[in-house]
């Protein structure tokens, strides 16, 4: 009895040592905050000596979470993670990525406008995070912070300069040293080459990846070795954390310890590469990338040049050259220049939404789209508005018809003025009716450099005009041209094909990137959203009597199918588990270690219950990874007749199923099919 009061207070005292060993805090960058503005919160974790908390992708461990209870109006952007270190045990080997000392976690809070100077803030968030040094123990805390109202933000002097150099060591995107990934047997190689004007990256050293996913195997060593003349160009080697053959990316953090030179000015830099199979014989960075964009705007000027087929643009098209040779008295020379200006027209438009699009990614990035192919928010995304495109073009509904009728005034103008305002009105008519080559064009644009989302802007451009230039050039061809009529129906059913197969493409990616429940909910919500469109074909447009009820309930459920379809915040990791095998189950237990069996499948509900509810809590993932407990499932969504086996042997055919060997125990505990964390924690007390 006195030993185990000893060990109750033991395991008090030692409990409260740990969790002091990080401290929590909110800091602002303003002592006061003005109505209508933005501003730079931190979250500040104050590590003990040789304690750490974990980054985004921590490896093993877990990342810091926070969740916020915010005023109406206000609202926070995501956690903007600063380049992490490498973790090691004692023993010096990787154990994760993280953060030491007294480190801050930026992130921007947007204020509204009716606040009332005079007034008070209250910002307030829960906080839960793990941290570890040879023991780990997961920590939170409930934080609160309080901001005078005020007419004038007034920076604070001490927290200011901390959170502006926090941010600053945010990893960026960048140009200057193109990135190049490729297979060499075994092993994933990342080159690193100097841009036009650039230092030689050998000037860099300390070169380290932290990869964003499971791709690469983050506890092995990254050698680093210079591969030309000078330096001027260095080779990471990084070991594939599964099948090299079957990578198709890499993403993640590229750090240089020194810091990456000027006009780069950060410690980190973002990577998102393609994995191909070997480099190329000549300039394998440059080609890559050059591929890529050729590529693209391949599809821009084809993109371009389908929507003078779509029906809301063909049928103006001989009558717009037309209007051009009657403007210009059949004179050659008057005829081109109408031409040249009608595309100035539509260049000039296309700019303007180019310079929209990057005006919108600018306060994007700020709220951290920085991976944005890689952000399941945007693949959904994109797949809603591929969905759309496609149903529009198969005839579920339509949009955009009124516009042909829109600026007729501007239509009717003499001279060069209405040559180029009928370039801006063919503009207006077309960007509604998406091409299948435009729209995945588009959504590259969105992942480009302002500089490559201009070009391909312009190549669409180029393709929408060159029919009319060309015929503005060379009149005698409209009669060549083919008549209007039902044929254009069909082709632009048959055109909603390559659409759909770009969906089905978006949500196979997404597939990799949610659980799955969230991407059941995804498919559920593009099912609510194609109802809603039929719907709204079907029943509104169709009938000029709809009603109000008819013109509210498309709109809800459209709002529905989204809100169903969103993928929210990302998720926490999953859990490692290795596939079961009596073989294995012994093998870890003639280690010594702990052992959890899961028997599941795919279309068991409860299943799907347990995995979200206990396998997916932060408490559960900290006490697994505390008692290094080993994980083994038994995955029974097809048949297998040793599941099936081992099943029978413990008086099951059901599951879910699960068991924990203990050491030195011989029989396993059995758990009941619907569990809880409460549940898994006291079956792996000893």
Request: proline share 7%; hydrophobic share 50%.
């Amino acid at each position: 009895m006195r030993a185990l009061v000893l060990l109750c207070l033991l395991a008090f005292t030692l409990t409260g040592s740990l969790l002091a060993q990080v401290r929590a805090s909110l800091v602002s960058s303003q002592s006061s905050v003005a109505p209508g503005s933005r501003l730079h919160v931190a979250l500040r974790l104050e590590h003990e000596d040789h304690w750490h908390s974990y980054w985004q992708n921590p490896g093993t461990g877990m990342p810091t979470q926070v969740q916020w209870t915010l005023p109406s109006g206000v609202s926070a952007g995501d956690l903007e993670w600063p380049v992490p270190i490498v973790l090691r045990d004692s023993e010096g080997a990787v154990s994760g990525h993280g953060y030491e000392g007294d480190q801050l976690l930026p992130l921007e809070l947007t204020v509204p406008a009716d606040l009332k100077p005079g007034t008070r803030l209250s910002l307030q968030a829960s906080v839960r995070w793990l941290m570890c040094k040879e023991a780990c123990v997961p920590g939170s805390a409930v934080l609160t912070l309080e901001l005078p109202v005020a007419a004038q933000a007034v920076q604070d002097a001490v927290w200011s300069p901390r959170i502006a150099a926090a941010r600053a060591s945010v990893p960026k995107a960048q140009a200057v040293y193109p990135l190049f990934a490729y297979r060499q047997g075994a092993t994933l190689l990342l080159d690193v080459t100097p841009g036009q004007g650039a230092a030689a990256p050998g000037s860099l050293g300390g070169l380290h990846f932290f990869p964003a996913d499971e791709t690469v195997d983050y506890e092995k060593p990254q050698p680093e070795e210079a591969v030309a003349s000078g330096g001027r160009r260095l080779r990471l080697s990084v070991t594939p954390g599964t099948d090299p053959a079957a990578l198709t990316r890499l993403t993640g953090v590229l750090r240089a310890e020194a810091g990456w030179p000027a006009p780069i000015a950060a410690k980190g830099v973002l990577v998102h590469l393609p994995i191909v199979a070997e480099p190329p014989a000549a300039a394998p960075v440059n080609a890559a990338a050059a591929g890529s964009l050729w590529a693209t705007l391949g599809m821009a000027l084809v993109g371009g040049l389908i929507l003078n087929l779509m029906p809301c643009v063909f049928p103006v098209l001989g009558i717009k050259i037309l209007g051009f040779v009657q403007q210009a008295g059949a004179e050659r020379r008057k005829v081109v220049l109408h031409g040249l200006v009608f595309s100035a027209g539509v260049l000039i438009s296309f700019w303007v939404l180019a310079l929209g699009l990057l005006l919108l990614r600018s306060g994007g990035a700020k709220l951290g789209w920085g991976f944005q192919l890689q952000s399941p928010l945007f693949v959904a995304a994109l797949a809603v508005v591929m969905l759309v495109f496609a149903l529009n073009m198969s005839g579920l509904f339509e949009f955009g018809l009124s516009a042909t009728s829109v600026g007729s005034d501007l239509q009717m103008k003499q001279g060069y003025a209405g040559s180029f305002f009928t370039g801006v009105l063919a503009t207006l008519v077309a960007t509604p009716c998406s091409a299948p080559f435009l729209a995945p064009a588009l959504g590259a644009a969105l992942a480009l450099s302002p500089a490559e989302s201009f070009l391909i802007f312009s190549t669409i451009a180029v393709g929408l005009s060159l029919p009319y230039l060309t015929l503005s050039v060379f009149p005698s061809l409209i009669r060549l041209l083919p008549r209007p009529g039902a044929w254009m129906e069909s082709f632009k059913q048959a055109m909603a094909f390559p659409l759909y197969g770009t969906v089905a493409y978006l949500v196979w990616v997404l597939a990799g990137q949610l659980e799955d429940a969230q991407l059941l909910n995804l498919l559920l919500g593009l099912v609510l959203v194609a109802f809603a469109l039929w719907d709204y074909g079907r029943h509104v447009q169709a009938s000029r009597k709809a009603g109000w009820f008819a013109k509210l309930r498309v709109p809800l459920v459209v709002l529905l199918g989204l809100w169903i379809a969103w993928p929210g915040a990302s998720t926490p990791k999953e859990l490692q588990w290795e596939p079961w095998s009596a073989k294995r189950l012994e093998e870890l237990r003639k280690e010594g270690r702990v052992v959890y069996v899961d028997f599941t499948a795919r279309w068991c509900a409860t299943c799907q219950t347990n995995k979200k509810v206990v396998f997916g809590s932060a408490e559960t993932r900290a006490l697994f990874q505390s008692r290094k407990v080993a994980l083994l499932k038994a995955d029974w969504t097809n048949s297998d007749p040793l599941i099936t086996a081992e099943l029978a042997r413990w008086n099951r055919s059901a599951v879910p199923f699960n068991l924990v060997y203990l050491p030195g125990v011989n029989e396993p505990r059995i758990l009941p099919e619907l569990l809880t964390p409460g549940i898994v924690r006291e079956a792996l007390s000893p």
